[in-house]
C-alpha cells in the first residue's frame, strides 16, 4: 500500500464529507486517485454539483488551505510540514534558492486566450523557425545561436506568464516530419509554463525555457533511419538512440554561452528517480530542478503526440500514466504540480459535451477548472463545424448542455487545428 497521502511540504487538513465546502481545494482524496472515479487529482471544489459528489464518494478528504478559495478550513493541521520540495534530493544552494522564492501567487492571467492568440501565433511560428534553425545547424557541425535561442525563450516566457493557454494550445499544433523541432519547442513551452505555475522568476523561467528547447538537440547526429523507424526498436537500435543524451551533452558543452543546467537537462533527461535510467542510471535525485521538469514534461509531450511509431494518447491518459511513475520515475512533488498545472482537462484536450458536440479546450480556468472554456469544433453527430467559443461555466445549469461530459480520443476524429485557428486571428 503507497503511503497515503504522499509527504508534502503543503499544510493539508483532514475534513469530514460533511464539514467540505465549496471554495476548498481538495488535495488527495480518503484513498489513493487511481482508485477513485475523479478525472484528475487535486482540485478547487468550486461548485454545488461537485461537492456533492466528493461528499458522495470520501469519508474525508484531505484540504490544502493554500490553494482554498474565500473558505478557509478550520486550524487543524493533519501534520507538521514534513519536507520541503527537493530536501531529500542533492539540489544545490541556487536551486533551492529559486525554490524559496518562488511565489505560487507571482503571477495573474490579465488577458483571455483569445485576445493573446494572434501575438501568440506570431510567437510561436517565429520559435518554431529558430528551433529548425538551430537544430539544421548542430546537424551541419554550424554551432549554436545562443542569442537568437535565448531571445525566443524569452518571447515565449511573455507569452506564458500573460497567459500560458495560447502557447499551450499551440503546441498542439504538429506535423509528423518536422517531430524533433516542434517536440524541442513543446518541451521548452511547458517547462515555461510548469515554471509559471510554481511562480519562479522570469529570469528562472528563461532557464528552464532554454533547457526545454535544447534538450533533444543530440537527435541531430542519431541515424535518422532508426529515429524515424516505425517498428519495434532492437536492442541494438535503442542503445544507438540512448546515444543522443551523452552527444547533446558533447555539443552544448562546445559553447560557453550556454549555461551548465542546459548541458545537465541534454544529458539527464531520460535518467530516473530510481536509477532506472540512461545513459549513466544514475538517481535523478541528484539532478537539478531543470533537469527534473524537463524529465517530466518530455514524457508527457511524447505521450500526447503523434509520432511516426506511435499515436499520441489523450492527455488524460498522460496525466495517469505520470502519475503512476512518481516516486520511481519522476520526482513526485514535481509531478504532482504539472497535473496541477494542466488542470483537469489541459488546454487542447478533445471532449465531448453532455450537448453531444466535440470540442478543443482553449483556456482551463483555474478558478473553475472543470468547467473550462473551449471551442466546439464538432456538431452533435461529430461533423466539422463552424468554430464556436464557448465558455461551460455559463451552462453549469443545464443538464443536457455545453458542459463536459467525457474526454475523447483525438485520432478517432478528424480536427483541422488550422482551420479551428484561422477562426481566432483578427
Excluded at 454539483?49 to 493533519?78: A, M, N, T, W
Excluded at 497535473?339 to 466535440?358: D, M, Q, R
Aim: proline share 5%; charged share 30%; with cysteine.
Amino acid at each position: 500500500m503507497e503511503n497515503h497521502p504522499p509527504q508534502t511540504d503543503r499544510e493539508l487538513i483532514k475534513i469530514s464529507a460533511r464539514e467540505i465546502q465549496v471554495g476548498m481545494y481538495m488535495a488527495y482524496a480518503d484513498r489513493p486517485w487511481l482508485e477513485t472515479p475523479f478525472l484528475f487529482q487535486g482540485f478547487l471544489i468550486d461548485n454545488d454539483k461537485l461537492l456533492e459528489k466528493v461528499r458522495k464518494e470520501c469519508e474525508f478528504i484531505y484540504v490544502d488551505r493554500g490553494k482554498s478559495l474565500h473558505v478557509q478550513p478550520p486550524k487543524k493541521p493533519l501534520r507538521a510540514p514534513v519536507r520541503k520540495p527537493g530536501e531529500k534530493s542533492k539540489m544545490t544552494p541556487i536551486d533551492r534558492k529559486r525554490l524559496q522564492s518562488a511565489r505560487p501567487d507571482r503571477y495573474a492571467t490579465t488577458r483571455p486566450v483569445e485576445e493573446v492568440f494572434d501575438s501568440a501565433y506570431e510567437k510561436h511560428q517565429v520559435s518554431l523557425d529558430t528551433i529548425k534553425d538551430v537544430l539544421r545547424d548542430v546537424k551541419t557541425g554550424e554551432g549554436i545561436n545562443v542569442t537568437n535561442v535565448r531571445q525566443t525563450v524569452k518571447e515565449c516566457v511573455t507569452s506564458i506568464v500573460e497567459n500560458p493557454n495560447a502557447m499551450l494550445w499551440l503546441g498542439r499544433l504538429r506535423n509528423r516530419d518536422a517531430y524533433t523541432a516542434e517536440h524541442c519547442l513543446n518541451v521548452g513551452i511547458l517547462a515555461i509554463a510548469m515554471g509559471r505555475h510554481l511562480g519562479l522568476d522570469e529570469k528562472t523561467l528563461e532557464l528552464v525555457g532554454l533547457c526545454g528547447m535544447l534538450h533533444d538537440v543530440g537527435k541531430m547526429h542519431v541515424d535518422p533511419e532508426v529515429l524515424n523507424k516505425p517498428g519495434r526498436l532492437t536492442e541494438e537500435e535503442f542503445a544507438i538512440i540512448k546515444t543522443h543524451c551523452e552527444i547533446g551533452k558533447s555539443i552544448l558543452a562546445e559553447d560557453a554561452q550556454l549555461p551548465k543546467e542546459t548541458i545537465e537537462a541534454a544529458w539527464g533527461h531520460h535518467e530516473r528517480i530510481d536509477g532506472g535510467g540512461y545513459p549513466r542510471g544514475m538517481q535523478a535525485s541528484n539532478l537539478s530542478l531543470y533537469t527534473r521538469i524537463i524529465s517530466i514534461v518530455d514524457t508527457y509531450d511524447a505521450i500526447t503526440t503523434n509520432r511516426c511509431y506511435d499515436n499520441s494518447r489523450p492527455a488524460t491518459e498522460a496525466i495517469k500514466i505520470l502519475f503512476s511513475c512518481r516516486d520511481s520515475q519522476f520526482d513526485g512533488w514535481l509531478v504532482e504540480e504539472f497535473i496541477a498545472c494542466l488542470g483537469i482537462y489541459p488546454t487542447g484536450s478533445l471532449v465531448e459535451l453532455h450537448s453531444g458536440e466535440g470540442a478543443v479546450v482553449i483556456d482551463s480556468n483555474k478558478t473553475s477548472r472543470l468547467h473550462p472554456k473551449v471551442t466546439i469544433v464538432l456538431d452533435e453527430k461529430k461533423r466539422t463545424r463552424q468554430p464556436l467559443i464557448v465558455d461551460t461555466r455559463q451552462h453549469q445549469e443545464q443538464p443536457d448542455g455545453r458542459t463536459i461530459k467525457s474526454v475523447l480520443d483525438e485520432n478517432e476524429f478528424k480536427i483541422d487545428l488550422d482551420y479551428i485557428f484561422s477562426s481566432f486571428h483578427h
